[in-house]
């Protein structure tokens, strides 16, 4: 596929050498990431409805029932290119099960004016694709006379009050929750589930008008737990942007596939599904939660979430130019992230399936799903927030790495780097800066080039929203 970036790399040895640099660079610490609690080794791909749900405009004739939802997700399983790349979930966001009450043990069922979950997990799989559904803490207050299933013990007994959601909030003291979460679980599993979005989790999402307990991190183990026993290989992803000190954090990896990094980026009820100004916060929190991250732990054992990736649609409908869209599926493939589109999949331009489905873009992500990029700054090697940003992952055992280098414009507001260098930018980026020495085979991935060898570092051109994927292999 030919760029969309007019980046310029440039002869950099002599360059460098007319360089002095007053102190060394700090030390590259590769960061991994292993097998997860629920024993997945990449990161999830698919489509979620949430995007669509709350953009209506930008998908004229969608309805969030199951004939839509099909109309979506057989683009998965109908188009190769999505199919090769390993885009296989099919999510469903909120609104899928009743909203008020459950089943005669207090489970969550599904809206069958809607949808008939076990119908669609059939047809799902039958295409090779697999289900996800959406939840939030809690059993329901109008269930709290209701029995657990196998227990004699009311859901009133364990859980109390109201969080906002039509949800009592649980006493995780008592045994009786986690068979509740049990119940729930296996139900799941008996219909043919296989991811778990779990929202509304805290310390970490903003309360969005409801009334949240500070803690409901025990829920996430609770979930966990009921995965485990029911037989069945669930993700559980949770979100929003969670609470990423080292006590919750530590929570968090034991128990869950994924977690978002921030809040919804999608633009809420506008013509278009993202702004490039939230997509600076969305990169941004990505690099807040990976240093913090690889304090802890340089092996982690769950993978971000950035939220969905809009890409897919033309830029008048993704709201963003090109090449910002370009920069964003290789920020979210560099992240080692999930790659759950939110676009509408009846409408993808030839752009947008390059670069959802482009191979080597696809190989690069199979590489950060074990080795995720850190940013290491032009010139010093920190990991600040800037404006022209150099990425890498890895080196893996051979020495092959990811290099991603950036110049994300005039921070539009939430950016965090706050400076406005407009137009085109020369961006330098040394060995030293990145971590690395030695000479390199550079293959530039959205341009399908190779570069040549290189040994000491890159200058490169790009203008705004632009940036630019290198595969590193050692010469």
Request: aromatic letters at 10%; one cysteine or more; a negative charge.
């Amino acid at each position: 596929m030919a760029s969309r970036s007019s980046s310029l790399l440039v002869s950099f040895g002599a360059l460098m050498a007319a360089i002095s640099t007053a102190s060394a660079e700090p030390a590259l610490q590769v960061v991994q990431i292993g097998t997860t609690p629920n024993g997945f080794t990449a990161s999830a791909r698919g489509w979620n409805s949430f995007g669509i749900q709350a953009n209506p405009d930008t998908t004229p004739g969608f309805s969030f029932n199951q004939t839509s939802v099909i109309s979506q997700c057989d683009v998965l399983a109908k188009t190769a290119a999505l199919k090769d790349a390993g885009y296989v979930y099919c999510s469903l966001d909120s609104g899928w099960s009743v909203g008020g009450n459950g089943d005669e043990f207090g489970r969550i069922i599904y809206d069958s004016s809607l949808f008939d979950i076990p119908s669609l997990a059939e047809h799902l799989h039958a295409e090779g694709l697999l289900l996800g559904v959406y939840v939030v803490p809690g059993a329901f207050v109008a269930d709290e006379a209701k029995t657990i299933l196998g227990t004699n013990v009311t859901i009133g007994s364990v859980c109390s009050g109201d969080n906002g959601l039509a949800r009592c909030n649980f006493d995780y003291s008592q045994p009786a929750v986690q068979q509740w979460h049990n119940s729930v679980v296996d139900q799941f599993a008996s219909w043919g589930v296989d991811l778990i979005k779990f929202d509304y989790v805290t310390p970490g999402s903003p309360s969005n008008g409801a009334n949240l307990p500070a803690d409901s991190s025990s829920e996430v183990a609770a979930y966990h737990r009921a995965i485990a026993r029911s037989g069945r290989k669930i993700r559980l992803d949770i979100s929003w942007k969670l609470d990423r000190s080292q006590e919750y954090f530590d929570i968090w990896e034991a128990n869950a596939d994924s977690m978002r990094t921030d809040q919804d980026i999608n633009n809420g009820g506008g013509p278009t599904f993202v702004s490039w100004e939230v997509v600076q916060r969305a990169i941004d929190n990505y690099r807040q939660y990976i240093t913090t991250a690889m304090q802890y732990n340089t092996t982690l054992t769950i993978y971000p979430d950035m939220d969905n990736v809009f890409v897919g649609n033309p830029a008048s409908v993704s709201g963003v130019t090109d090449d910002e869209r370009q920069t964003i599926m290789t920020h979210w493939i560099g992240a080692g992230a999930n790659l759950i589109i939110g676009s509408d999949l009846t409408n993808l331009d030839d752009f947008g399936l390059s670069l959802l489905a482009n191979p080597d873009a696809m190989a690069i992500a199979d590489f950060t799903a074990r080795y995720p990029m850190q940013p290491r700054n032009p010139g010093t090697g920190n990991n600040s927030s800037q404006q022209l940003q150099a990425w890498i992952a890895g080196p893996d055992a051979s020495g092959a790495a990811v290099v991603v280098i950036t110049n994300y414009g005039p921070d539009e507001g939430q950016g965090g780097f706050g400076t406005s260098l407009s137009g085109v930018q020369t961006i330098n980026i040394s060995w030293e800066d990145l971590g690395i020495s030695g000479e390199f085979d550079v293959h530039d991935i959205w341009a399908d080039k190779d570069l040549g060898v290189e040994s000491s570092g890159f200058s490169v051109q790009l203008d705004e929203g632009q940036s630019v994927l290198y595969k590193l292999s050692r010469s």
